[in-house]
């Protein structure tokens, strides 16, 4: 996830960070519910979450006065992590619609794997011990979810299952570039940085709907209550949330309670949506969230 805001008032107790990092992760799990709720195109959700979410991001900087000159060096620095964001939700919101909130959001969620790898490509750093068993979890848990069942699946679900696993690598540039501006690139605060990334985001949605064809009219109370619904809460709060408590939590405990996303999203699939669940299902989603959380294991330095 992102990194923290310098902005935060006062240090937060460690009962406290535990319960703003549980509580944004969970509120987190909500973002795959309001693109099924919204009911339009996938790349228009997309499109709409990171216009409202930039846009109260913004507005959230510059009323708590920690605004910042933007620059011509801010704009280029937010184009490359604008653009991992931008694929990674026309990939994932497809997932999310084709094989359902919970497989979708679990499959991006393997990222963390991509993340380890590139860390020790690039930076040198050590894999952790549980890495490949975790890995070995990991796709043990995804085979009885969707490899098990791969013969009854249709085109579509097939194309949605890989969609979702593009999704992390997408997301993993993301993550890399977005770090990488932060770390002394960019004189703004982070929540402004990623409102304004939020926005060239939405520029890039824009286009590439518009090439789709897809209609960005919002024609029910339906569809925009979810879609400001999807804005605030998936790119606002939960993220102003787990900013200032990741700094103040050991990694282990991050790992484990960022699980709480993928974790509740598959609960509220089965529960909203009636998603057919049998024991090899929940076994499957158990194996790879064990094998996520080793994955997010390191070495103590």
Do not use: C
Not at 42 to 52: E, Q
Not at 138 to 149: D, F, R, S, T
Not at 217 to 222: E, F, I, V
Request: no cysteine; proline share 4%; hydrophobic share 60%.
């Amino acid at each position: 996830m992102n990194r923290s805001v310098s902005t935060v008032a006062t240090p937060l107790a460690p009962s406290a960070a535990v319960g703003r990092m549980a509580l944004g992760a969970m509120l987190l799990s909500t973002t795959s519910i309001f693109v099924v709720l919204a009911q339009v195109a996938p790349t228009v959700s997309a499109f709409y979450r990171m216009l409202f979410g930039g846009a109260m991001l913004l507005g959230w900087v510059a009323l708590t006065r920690g605004w910042v000159r933007v620059h011509w060096r801010d704009m280029a620095l937010a184009l490359l992590p604008a653009s991992g964001f931008s694929l990674d939700l026309i990939f994932w919101h497809r997932s999310i619609l084709w094989v359902g909130p919970g497989v979708a959001t679990l499959l991006t969620n393997l990222q963390v794997f991509l993340m380890a790898l590139v860390g020790w490509w690039i930076y040198r750093e050590r894999l952790g011990r549980w890495f490949l068993p975790g890995i070995a979890v990991a796709l043990a848990g995804l085979w009885l979810l969707v490899g098990a069942h791969w013969s009854l699946f249709d085109a579509r679900h097939r194309l949605g299952v890989w969609l979702g696993l593009a999704s992390g690598l997408a997301y993993t540039v993301y993550l890399l570039s977005f770090r990488r501006a932060l770390s002394g690139h960019t004189a703004l605060p982070a929540a402004q940085f990623l409102g304004l990334m939020s926005l060239l985001s939405a520029l890039l949605l824009l286009s590439w709907g518009l090439a789709e064809g897809d209609a960005f009219a919002l024609a029910t109370a339906r569809s925009w209550s979810a879609l400001l619904a999807l804005g605030f809460f998936g790119q606002v709060l939960a993220w102003l949330l787990m900013v200032g408590a990741m700094p103040l939590l050991p990694a282990s405990l991050v790992g484990l309670l960022l699980l709480l996303q993928p974790a509740l999203a598959f609960v509220l699939d089965v529960l909203l949506f009636k998603r057919p669940t049998g024991g090899g299902d929940w076994l499957g989603l158990a194996l790879a969230l064990v094998g996520i959380l080793l994955g997010t294991m390191r070495r103590k330095r």
